[in-house]
């Protein structure tokens, strides 16, 4: 038998998923599983939107452009219009989600052995697409007692060491919730000017800020037009994520045309996911309103249930729609493993991210798990009941 490569063993695996075999197996036992380990929504998808995608008459399939059908990329600024960002169809280049944007970016940006500053806990899959593009993530570790608040300005300046080449933030963040302020964006981009580094910013989130920080594009960023490179989605602000669509928006033209090189060997991004994805920008602004609601309430429910629960330590997010909290167990993935394997309360359990996947530091995160408030209230209040009394259990073992 041909052996697996050292890359292949070695690959970071996905603290979202690699406990659904786990998942699978409870379930076929009778358990109800409560998914509070992934960011996959139970708010409808605009149904005129789904509508529009049924009734378009397609007689072959074809591929799109390699930066994305023509049409969509025109209509899509009037989106970012609503944010007061100013691009252009030429800024935009459509992408399988925003995980592929993320990785086509690292490709062209860096060279092998290079390095991305990113601040930790992170969302995980950036390690992986860094393991993918043979470049290093040089953490930043924000802190649970602060509510993962950004560092000073002067630690990420002692950071940002020769080697370094880019900084990569999520904000709103995921795994923590954090909204970062429009001062410590302007202070990371004189500092991004000051060293000549890229800033990569995942948006995905930007659609749900709920308290009084609001939210700031790194796009709006003076002077940043070359340094500057977002990532986004449809998939959580339409709760559209089976539909992978993304985009990479940047006014670095060079860096588009580069990137468009492995857009090009990719071949195109899906037809019926682009297509939907044009009719979800006419959602009219009253869906947003409703669904930011619906966020923050479920927000609040799950923060006081967990703040209520002896050994627990969280804090109260700003946006996105996960809470990264701190629990009285000794190591995250068996805790985890354990809810689906042997845990149960009325025949029900349920399933969380380990945190320790969401660190590039080695043996950080051990006691800390990620929640996404993704459930209606009534199935978000019986997850916890599920998670208080294993909490009790766990700790008699």
Not at 27 to 54: C, E, R
Not at 238 to 263: E, Q
Not at 311 to 316: A, I, K, L, R, S
Not at 355 to 384: C, H, I, S, W
Request: proline share 6%; net charge negative; aromatic share 10%.
């Amino acid at each position: 038998m041909p052996s697996i490569s050292n890359r292949g063993e070695n690959a970071h695996t996905s603290p979202i998923r690699k406990l659904s075999p786990f998942a699978d197996a409870a379930k076929k036992a009778g358990k109800k599983v409560y998914h509070l380990n992934i960011g996959q929504p139970d708010i409808l998808t605009p149904p005129a939107a789904l509508q529009k995608v049924k009734d378009t008459d397609i007689r072959i399939l074809a591929y799109s452009p390699s930066s994305g059908h023509t049409q969509y990329r025109e209509k899509l600024p009037q989106y970012y219009q609503k944010y007061g960002i100013s691009v252009t169809p030429d800024d935009l280049l459509i992408t399988n989600g925003a995980s592929e944007g993320v990785y086509f970016t690292m490709l062209a940006c860096l060279d092998r052995g290079q390095t991305v500053l990113a601040t930790e806990p992170l969302y995980a899959n950036y390690v992986g697409f860094a393991e993918m593009a043979d470049v290093e993530i040089k953490p930043v570790t924000t802190h649970i007692e602060n509510g993962f608040a950004l560092p000073s300005i002067d630690d990420f300046a002692r950071a940002l060491t020769p080697e370094v080449k880019a900084i990569l933030l999520c904000n709103p963040n995921n795994p923590t919730g954090a909204v970062y302020p429009e001062k410590m964006l302007r202070e990371l981009a004189e500092l991004a000017l000051e060293r000549d580094v890229y800033l990569m910013i995942d948006e995905v989130y930007r659609e749900f800020c709920y308290e009084e920080t609001p939210f700031f594009s790194a796009l709006n960023l003076p002077g940043m037009d070359q340094h500057v490179v977002v990532f986004d989605s449809v998939s959580k602000r339409y709760s559209a994520c089976g539909a992978r669509v993304g985009a990479i928006v940047t006014r670095n033209r060079a860096l588009l045309t580069t990137i468009n090189k492995y857009a090009e060997v990719r071949l195109s991004p899906p037809t019926y996911g682009q297509i939907l994805a044009e009719a979800l920008l006419d959602t009219e602004e009253s869906y947003f309103v409703q669904v930011n609601a619906e966020y923050k309430r479920r927000r609040d429910v799950l923060f006081q249930r967990l703040n209520n629960m002896e050994g627990v330590t969280c804090y109260q997010p700003d946006g996105a729609f996960y809470v990264f909290a701190k629990l009285p167990i000794d190591h995250c993935e068996k805790f985890c493993r354990w809810l689906l394997e042997e845990f149960t309360l009325d025949n029900q359990t349920i399933m969380l991210a380990p945190g320790n996947g969401f660190y590039a530091t080695p043996g950080k995160g051990l006691q800390e798990v990620r929640f996404a408030y993704v459930l209606n209230e009534n199935d978000l209040n019986a997850a916890m009941d599920c998670l208080e009394s294993a909490l009790k259990v766990y700790a008699t073992r």
